[in-house]
C-alpha cells in the first residue's frame, strides 16, 4: 500500500464521527420523543392511535353531528321533493291562501332555495343555520294551524311534495323538527364507544321491523278491504255458447247419479289454468251434493261435441234426468260455485 492510498484512508476514518458520539445522537433524538406530550387513546379504543384516528375521520363522529346530518337531510329532502313535485306543489299553495300563479311560483322557488341553503348550512355546521331552521319551521307549524282554522285540513299541505296533507299530524313534526334544530348548537360533543354504536345499531334495526312490520299489517288490511269492496265477477255464460238451458245431454250417462247435482267439468291437456284449478276440483267434489267428472278435450271429443263446449275450463250442472241447469266458463273456485249456486236455484224451486 503506497503513501497516498495510506493518506486518504486516514481521511475517510476521520471524516466519519466516533462511534461514541452516533450513540449520543442517537439518545438525544429518543430523550426529546420521550419529552414530547402522549395522547391518550380514546376510551374502547386503546389501541387506536392519533394518526389512525386522523386516517378515519368517521370514528371521530358525534351524537350532535349524526343529529346535524340527519336534520339537514330533512330540509334538503324537503326541497327537492318540493321541486319534483312541480306544479302540484305551486297548486297546493292555494291552501294558504296563495292563488295568483305568480306568487305561487315565486314563494315555491323562494321556499325550494332557502330549505336546501338551510340544509347545506346546518351539514356544515355554519353558525346560526340550526336556529333559522328552527325559526322556520315554527313559522310553518303556525301556517298549518291558521289553515285547519279556516277549514283547509286534508287539503294539500305541500311539505314533502304533492302527497301531505294539512292537519295535526303535520303541525306536530314540523314542531319536533324545530325542537331539534333549536337543541341542536347545545348538544355535546358526545364520542360514543364502539359499543354504544352498536348498541343503537340494534335499536334502529328492530324499530325499523316494528314500523316495517306495522306497515305490512297496515297493507293487508287495506287489501282485505279492498278484496271486500270489489266483489268477484261470476262465471261468464253466454247464451250462444254451450248447451241450452232447460236442454237435455246424453252426457248424463257418464255420471252414477249419487247427487242432486252432476258436474261436468271440460279440460284440455294444454291449459295451464285447468290444472291450476285441479286444487278447487278436488274439493268440489268432496260436496256430497255434487258428483263431479272431468272430460278432456281429446280423449273425450265426443262428450264436447254434444253440448258444443266453447273452450275450457267450462262446467255444465245437469240434473239427475241430464237437464241443463246453469253452465259458464270459469278460472276460479268462486267462479265454479256460482255456477253451482245457479243451478241450485231452480232445484230448490
Known amino acids: 500500500m503506497g503513501p497516498a492510498q495510506v493518506d486518504r484512508n486516514r481521511e475517510e476514518q476521520e471524516a466519519r464521527p466516533p462511534v461514541d458520539r452516533v450513540e449520543r445522537q442517537h439518545l438525544a433524538v429518543a430523550d426529546q420523543v420521550a419529552d414530547q406530550p402522549h395522547e391518550e387513546p380514546e376510551q374502547g379504543h386503546g389501541h387506536t392511535s392519533v394518526v389512525a384516528a386522523a386516517d378515519y375521520p368517521l370514528r371521530l363522529l358525534t351524537i350532535e353531528g349524526l343529529l346535524r346530518f340527519s336534520l339537514a337531510a330533512v330540509l334538503v329532502g324537503s326541497a327537492a321533493a318540493k321541486l319534483l313535485a312541480g306544479a302540484r306543489a305551486r297548486a297546493a299553495l292555494r291552501s294558504y291562501g296563495v292563488t295568483r300563479p305568480g306568487a305561487q311560483a315565486a314563494l315555491w322557488a323562494g321556499l325550494i332555495a332557502v330549505e336546501a341553503g338551510l340544509g347545506i348550512a346546518v351539514a356544515l355546521d355554519i353558525p346560526g343555520a340550526a336556529e333559522a331552521a328552527a325559526a322556520l319551521l315554527t313559522v310553518f307549524s303556525i301556517a298549518l294551524a291558521v289553515a285547519i ?3 283547509r285540513a286534508g287539503s294539500p299541505c305541500g311539505c314533502f311534495g304533492a302527497r301531505s296533507r294539512i292537519g295535526w299530524g303535520a303541525v306536530a313534526r314540523n314542531l319536533v323538527l324545530a325542537a331539534g334544530f333549536a337543541v341542536l348548537p347545545f348538544l355535546p360533543e358526545t364520542r360514543p364507544s364502539t359499543e354504544a354504536w352498536l348498541a343503537a345499531g340494534v335499536v334502529l334495526a328492530l324499530v ?8 305490512l299489517l297496515a297493507l293487508a288490511r287495506e287489501v282485505g278491504e279492498l278484496r271486500l269492496a270489489i266483489a268477484p265477477q261470476a262465471a261468464l255464460s253466454l247464451d250462444h255458447e254451450g248447451p241450452q238451458i232447460g236442454s237435455r245431454l246424453g252426457l248424463v250417462e257418464r255420471f252414477d247419479g249419487d247427487a242432486p247435482l252432476l258436474l261436468a267439468v271440460f279440460s284440455s291437456p294444454g291449459c295451464a289454468l285447468c290444472r291450476a284449478l285441479e286444487p278447487s276440483l278436488r274439493l268440489v267434489a268432496s260436496d256430497p251434493e255434487v258428483e263431479l267428472e272431468v272430460f278432456d278435450e281429446q280423449e273425450d271429443a265426443e262428450a264436447w261435441r254434444e253440448p258444443a263446449i266453447p273452450g ?7 240434473s239427475t234426468d241430464g237437464v241443463v241447469l246453469a253452465k259458464g266458463t270459469f278460472n276460479s273456485l268462486f267462479q265454479l260455485e256460482s255456477v253451482l249456486a245457479t243451478a241450485t236455484r231452480p232445484v230448490n224451486a
Open 149 to 151: 282554522a279556516r277549514g
Open 208 to 215: 325499523a321491523l316494528a314500523v316495517l312490520a306495522v306497515a
Open 312 to 318: 275450457s275450463p267450462y262446467a255444465v250442472v245437469l
